[in-house]
């Protein structure tokens, strides 16, 4: 009730209220991350020469980060071509990684079955980090346009997140609310989406809005369904046998 002791109103920000751009280091350590894995796969798992992949992205995660070093404040279209283009290679490697490793399954016997798990769990992992990046770059024109636009010239969002529905619950869940504090979604939260998807192989608080989010969440929980089902499997049997 309004005026009541130890109530207050939350304040409401208004769609045009300038925000920091995000903060780079995340996005690269995430980046940093999917590269170590890649490296790190069995020789029979590695798509042509092994530095030849890893090497292009790293050109590429340096030349992003020049663009913006500390904060993600500036954007070109070279800039975007060059970060969709480092998720693509990403994606690319890891799905032929999964291929591969399928393969590993039906021509080596048990003897592999601990290097089997261990290349199962990265390329999982890898599966995680591509789309919570994909899903990062493409959601309401990147992160970019996210933090700098203002909500009525943001194009139109991939996802529908939990903050983005709260400006009618309770006081201390509304003041988080997108509507309230202006809140917009980061990279950890992307992560987060790709992750449950992987893991439930379905949404779970975050729903699918557009139809290519919608795509790339059916490819992302199929691959995962993939890799749990059959090649996780495949390995556990192997290690009774």
């Known amino acids: 009730m309004a005026g009541a002791p130890g109530w207050h109103a939350v304040p409401v920000v208004t769609a045009g209220k300038a925000r920091r751009g995000e ?3 995340p996005s690269a350590l995430v980046v ?3 590269i170590a894995l890649y490296l790190l796969l069995p020789e029979p798992l590695i798509l042509g ?3 030849v992949i890893p090497a292009l ?3 590429l995660l340096i030349a992003l980060i020049i663009i913006n070093p500390r904060r993600m ?3 070109t279209p070279w800039a975007r071509a060059a970060a ?3 998720v693509a290679l990403i994606a690319v490697a890891n799905a032929a990684a999964l291929v591969l490793l399928l393969r590993q399954l039906v021509t080596t016997d048990d003897s592999q079955a ?3 798990l261990i290349a199962a769990g990265q390329v999982w992992l890898t599966n995680v980090i591509v789309y919570g990046l994909a899903f990062w770059e493409l959601d309401r024109g990147g992160p970019v346009a996210r933090t700098h636009l203002p909500r009525g010239r943001l194009p139109r969002a991939d996802f529908r997140f939990p903050q983005d529905e709260d400006h009618d619950a309770i006081d201390e869940v509304m003041a988080g609310s997108s509507k309230n504090s202006d809140w917009v979604p980061a990279i950890v939260d992307y992560l987060y989406v790709s992750l449950s998807n992987s893991s439930a192989f379905s949404p779970t608080d975050t729903m699918p809005l557009s139809t290519r989010a919608k795509i790339l969440m059916g490819i992302e929980s199929t691959s995962a369904l993939v890799i749990s089902v059959l090649v996780i499997a495949k390995g556990v049997g192997g290690l009774g046998g």
């Open 57 to 59: 992205e790293v050109v």
């Open 49 to 51: 020469p092994r530095l």
């Open 114 to 116: 601990v290097e089997l």
């Open 23 to 25: 903060a780079r280091l």
């Open 73 to 75: 404040t500036r954007d």
């Open 32 to 34: 940093v991350a999917a």
């Open 84 to 86: 969709l283009t480092l």
